[in-house]
């Protein structure tokens, strides 16, 4: 790990002046996922602005009756929340399928949409990554692809995004809140937070440097049944090869998110609408233009096959 400097923040408006005061800072919370890649030498940054002591650590009721959950939130907390339990329960068993318990006493919410790919060669510095290092190239394409995403990809990148929460936040079509270094807050649609990797697949977020998330904001309750059903190589502490999230209303309408396939999670909405005709239908929808390997072609029965069971289980 490289030498850095450190320092601790009490309100937004601290952590966006020091970042923009000091080259090459990044923020830190909970520190689950950069630690480990600090260790590794693929992030680097020379100076830690630790955001974990910010007051953005409660779930508050909006005006339009849904929840304003705090960028501090841990995901243990986030889980175990009542009106989360109750009237959000896909968020609450995405949480509980991701990482262990100890990770999720750490992990923040901003945290976990923050959270950078699993893919093997981004975390192998001796294999090409444009991820990792722009404009080298991308060993997975031709390579050990089993992992990656079918759907979303580009020439330059066809990793995933890891994080099983952010299925189920956009699933419920969660708004991220933000704050930049000039004191400006913005509300960015989650479905708009996470960039396609075109030829810039570093560029990972709608964030602009700087820019602090503060909160997530989920709206009115839509009721129905929630699932949250995730596929991966063993029982625990494992990343999903495909993970599906519907919220099924008794008409049998509702919508449905998929980890696992893609860049983000992956939602379009014309596959909610088809929904009543059953997976065969919702997934011709999802995964239209899917793109695969001899490796990964798997990914596309699985998650009708997924799909359907999660329905049935909807039904009963």
Known sequence: MKSFTYERVDTPAAATAAFARTPGARFIAGGTNLLD???LEIETPSHLI????????????????????????????????????RDYGLVSRALVAGASGQLRNKATTAGNLLQRTRCPYFYDTNQPCNKR????????????????AVVGASEACIATHPSDMAVAMQALDATVETVDKAGKARRIALADFYRA???????????APGELITAVTLPKPVGGTHIYHKVRDR??????????????QPDGSGRVALGGVGYKPWRVKAADAELPRGAKAVTSALLAGAKTS????????????????VLAQAKG
């Open 37 to 39: 890649l600090m260790k």
């Open 50 to 85: 630790d955001v974990s002591r910010l007051k953005l650590d409660t779930i508050e009721p909006t005006s339009d009756g849904g929840l304003r959950i705090g960028a501090m939130v841990r995901n243990t907390d986030l889980a175990a929340d009542a009106r989360i339990r």
């Open 133 to 148: 290092q722009p404009g080298s190239g991308c060993a997975a394409i031709g390579g050990f692809s089993r992992l990656h």
């Open 197 to 207: 990797p075109g030829s810039t697949p570093h560029l990972e977020t709608a964030l």
């Open 235 to 248: 029982a625990s502490y494992a990343f999903a090869l495909v993970s599906v999230g519907v919220v099924v």
């Open 294 to 309: 001899h490796e990964n072609a798997y990914k596309l029965p699985l998650v009708e096959r997924t799909l359907a069971g």
